[in-house]
């Protein structure tokens, strides 16, 4: 399974930026899906998962009403909508999945595929 995630950019705060992570090598549907994120001298953290179906999602507190995590099985897709960005959420966003696809785990172990990252940039 490859990751190829897309869309990052320079936002300023208050704004919404929509990136999203291109799925080859397997069907998307089998597997649940999460996007990461790493911050400048800090460690990887988990941001959002969404289950095989797309009928559970889990959240990390720290985002949550303001990022949106879905799912496109068909288009093999998987996209994070952030909104209300603020300077804190400035990262590499990764995206990974996993061959688990009804349990979110937000543990970095868990995941059994990443993407290469891409950079969100959040400054006026």
């Known amino acids: 399974v490859q990751l190829q995630a897309s869309g990052g950019g320079l936002v300023q705060p208050g704004g919404s930026l929509r990136i999203s992570c291109a799925v080859s090598g397997d069907a998307l549907s089998w597997h649940s899906a999460a996007w990461f994120r790493q911050a400048p001298g800090k460690e990887r953290e988990f941001v959002a998962a969404?289950?095989?179906?797309?009928?559970?999602?889990l959240y990390h507190a720290s985002v949550e009403g303001r990022f949106t995590i879905s799912r496109d099985n068909a288009k093999n897709t998987v996209d994070l909508q952030m909104s209300s960005l603020e300077r804190e959420d400035t990262a590499v966003y990764y995206c990974a999945a996993r061959n688990v696809p009804y349990t979110l785990n937000q543990a970095i172990g868990q995941w059994d595929y990443w993407g290469q990252g891409t950079l969100v940039t959040v400054s006026s």
């Open positions: 969404i289950s095989a179906s797309g009928d559970r999602r």
